[in-house]
């Protein structure tokens, strides 16, 4: 299915994409349900009694609120990192024998002018150099630091 390290990095951010923004989709659901719900006042003459029994509703709706505001943080954060992740795909290096042959369909659909032989050979040596790639690791090694001198006056 997945064969190369590429398709299989694209395939895990659009994985992750998809994940993020589901959880999106679910954050906002619920708290649109959570929106329409009905809400009633409570009210009475004795304020201490009011104030008991509206107490418990708050914190209910506080710890819901939270739960839509981590939920919704957390979606943001893997749709982001899905997002980063599927435009930072490596891409697909060419390979010397795809490279020959769009040489070849160049060369063909092009038509030949009149060189010597010896330059179009050194055309060609030039052409079937493979490109350098960058390292994966790169090592940099620490700084040296001078030490402060001290002077005995």
Not at 4 to 10: E, G, M, P, Q
Not at 130 to 153: D, F, H, M, W, Y
């Amino acid at each position: 299915m997945l064969k190369s390290f590429r398709d299989k990095v694209a395939f895990s951010g659009i994985t992750v994409l998809s994940i993020g923004v589901a959880l999106l989709i679910f954050t906002f659901v619920s708290a649109y349900g959570f929106l329409t719900q009905n809400l009633s006042m409570i009210t009475s003459d004795n304020l201490a009694q009011t104030f008991g029994e509206a107490l418990a509703p708050l914190i209910g709706t506080c710890i819901r609120l939270m739960y839509l505001g981590i939920m919704g943080w957390v979606a943001s954060l893997m749709t982001i990192r899905g997002v980063t992740i599927v435009t930072h795909t490596p891409q697909l290096q060419p390979s010397p024998l795809q490279e020959q042959t769009e040489t070849e369909r160049n060369l063909q659909s092009k038509p030949q002018s009149q060189k010597p032989k010896s330059e179009k050979s050194k055309e060609q040596e030039g052409k079937e150099e493979t490109p350098q790639r960058e390292p994966e690791v790169v090592l940099i090694p620490p700084e040296a630091i001078p030490e402060p001198q001290v002077s005995n006056a």
